[in-house]
């Protein structure tokens, strides 16, 4: 789990695809969640139903700064 919240929180790069790698981590995190459910089948279901959910929210946050940028 270490892992993936090290990616997912490490610095994006300053490049023009900035954007779309945002949309793409937005796209699997949202299917992450779908596919788990809101609130998951047992505790580790549901600590990555949290990590997932905050980090969409970081994400989704990234993509409007990133909009508001252009």
Do not use: W
């Amino acid at each position: 789990m270490s892992e993936i919240v090290e990616f997912y929180t490490a610095a994006m790069p300053h490049s023009p695809h900035n954007e779309s790698r945002l949309m793409e981590e937005i796209a699997f995190l949202e299917s992450r969640l779908l596919s788990i459910g809101a609130v998951g089948d047992c505790a580790y279901e549901k600590s990555l139903a949290r990590t997932y959910a905050a980090l969409l929210k970081t994400r989704r946050n990234q993509l409007s700064a990133v909009k508001k940028s252009n």
